[in-house]
């Protein structure tokens, strides 16, 4: 059974720095497609960032630079660095992993507030 928890969100102020984490058990990750979401109330869930299978990068146009999505096979671990953190930003953020079927964590909540 696939399994997947974050970790690290939290309360940041404007142009601070987070880094999520999330934990995929009964499952590899090496070859697989993996990344993040995030979702704010009363919106659809949208794209944030995505390693491919092959390990090419994707981001979404709001990133710019700011944010690292990277991932640690032997540890079974995607990670997303956020910095230049932004009020916008605010949001329950999800980590994926494909494998046959997208399977999705609780998310975790990252708010960005002075």
């Known amino acids: 059974q696939v399994e997947v928890v974050e970790s690290g969100g939290g309360l940041v102020q404007p142009g601070g720095s987070l880094r999520l984490s999330c934990v995929v058990s009964?499952?590899?990750?090496?070859?697989?497609?993996v990344g993040w979401y995030r979702q704010t109330p009363g919106k659809q869930r949208e794209f944030v960032a995505s390693?491919?299978?092959?390990?090419?990068?994707e981001y979404a146009g709001f990133v710019k630079e700011r944010f690292i999505v990277s991932k640690d096979n032997a540890k079974s671990t995607i990670h997303l660095q956020m910095n230049s953190l932004k009020p916008e930003d605010t949001a329950v953020y999800f980590c994926?992993?494909?494998?046959?079927?997208?399977?999705w964590g609780q998310g975790t909540q990252v708010t960005v507030s002075s």
């Open positions: 009964g499952t590899t990750i090496d070859s697989r497609f």
């Open positions: 994926y992993v494909v494998n046959g079927r997208w399977y």
């Open positions: 390693i491919s299978n092959g390990g090419v990068v």
